[in-house]
């Protein structure tokens, strides 16, 4: 059984950093796609960065260069390190997971995580 829990989530100044984590159970992470999605008030929820196994990740455009995912196997925690935080940040933060599959004749992640944790919120103050 997937479990995602999530931590770490504040309030925080514009331009400031958090640090988003995640344990994670009853994933193989050779099996599985790790991500962090998002949902603001009144949006729709959106992919912020995907991580796989022996692939670079991938990251939103509205958040490159400023977050950066990672995974630790051996604590099976799933990181998502914020800099340079914007207002439009602001967003209750998921873990999510899906397990690979054949997908457009490539063995990759699904269009759609399946499994994500609660949620933590993140509040960034202009």
């Known amino acids: 059984q997937v479990q995602l829990v999530e931590s770490g989530g504040d309030s925080v100044q514009a331009g400031g950093s958090l640090r988003l984590s995640c344990a994670a159970s009853g994933v193989t992470y050779s099996d599985y796609c790790m991500g962090w999605l998002r949902q603001a008030p009144g949006k729709e929820r959106e992919k912020v960065a995907i991580?796989?196994?022996?692939?670079?990740?991938t990251y939103a455009d509205s958040v490159k260069g400023r977050f950066t995912i990672s995974l630790d196997d051996a604590k099976n925690t799933l990181y998502l390190q914020m800099d340079s935080l914007k207002p439009e940040d602001t967003a209750v933060y998921y873990c999510a997971a899906g397990r690979k599959g054949l997908y457009a004749f490539r063995w990759t992640c699904p269009p759609h995580l399946g499994y994500r944790g609660q949620g933590t919120q993140v509040t960034v103050a202009s």
């Open positions: 991580i796989e196994t022996l692939s670079s990740p």
